[in-house]
């Protein structure tokens, strides 16, 4: 693939990394990654990805723009109120780098539709706020093959960590979802938006490496944020040989 100049003055800063270069740059606008969720945490993802050059960005989210988003979904503006959350997305993208193709999936996920989703795609990006949906992601990446990064947010704290076939996926942590109503939600105690955006961001940037084959990715690692306290902490996590999802694999 040859750059044009125009795309070569765009992604110059990429470029000049020794880890990137036009090798790298090649690899980003080549591949395809799907972010499910067009929240807190995939708003700062979707943008940095589509600022990076990735050459094909899935958007999945079956959510409408409400005002109470807008206070840390910032790929969502105002009169984008009520318009579904892929087409305020796609639109942002679209004026940010118009090098970048968009594919958007309104649809809630389910399990009749997220192995037809996601079997394109070359990195998932879990940025959904609810159990349920991330424990179909995990598994349905997992049946797959597909490395995938999870993340997750509440009050002033969150955690992050990436799925490759043969270490440990969310299972091998949480083993069942649980109990209805036993675990608060943001819309119940609140989010600190640019904690989401911080979390979102570090997706980004695991998508990033793992695309260019650079770096130390988050495996067999729960990277957990305490913004009040402004720490980073690594906790080991292992692959369990008997989880119900990834021990069969």
């Not at 807008?70 to 318009?83: A, E, N, S």
């Not at 879990?126 to 949906?133: K, L, Q, R, S």
């Not at 969310?170 to 989401?196: H, N, T």
Request: charge should be positive; glycine fraction near 8%.
């Amino acid at each position: 693939m040859s750059f044009n100049e125009n795309q070569l003055e765009r992604y110059m800063r990429n470029i000049l990394l020794c880890d990137v270069g036009v090798e790298g740059q090649e690899k980003l606008s080549k591949a395809k990654v799907l972010i499910i969720g067009l929240g807190g945490l995939g708003s700062p993802a979707a943008l940095y990805l589509a600022a990076a050059g990735v050459g094909t960005l899935g958007l999945a989210d079956g959510d409408k723009v409400d005002i109470t988003n807008l206070q840390r979904q910032v790929i969502h503006f105002t009169p984008d109120l009520g318009k579904s959350k892929v087409v305020s997305a796609q639109k942002k993208i679209n004026a940010l780098n118009p090098d970048v193709c968009v594919r958007i999936y309104s649809d809630m996920l389910v399990v009749e539709n997220i192995t037809a989703i996601i079997k394109d795609y070359d990195f998932i990006l879990d940025c959904t706020d609810n159990f349920a949906t991330k424990f179909l992601i995990n598994d349905a990446c997992v049946a797959l093959g597909k490395p995938f990064s999870h993340a997750g947010v509440l009050r002033f704290a969150g955690q992050t960590f990436t799925y490759l076939p043969g270490s440990a996926c969310y299972r091998c942590v949480f083993k069942d979802l649980p109990e209805p109503r036993s675990v608060m939600s943001c819309s119940q105690i609140g989010i600190l938006g640019a904690v989401a955006g911080t979390l979102g961001t570090l997706q980004a940037v695991e998508a990033l490496k793992y695309l260019i084959g650079k770096g130390e990715l988050l495996i067999n690692r729960w990277l957990v944020f305490d913004a009040l306290a402004m720490n980073f902490r690594n906790v080991i996590i292992k692959k369990d040989p008997v989880c119900p999802v990834c021990g069969k694999v």
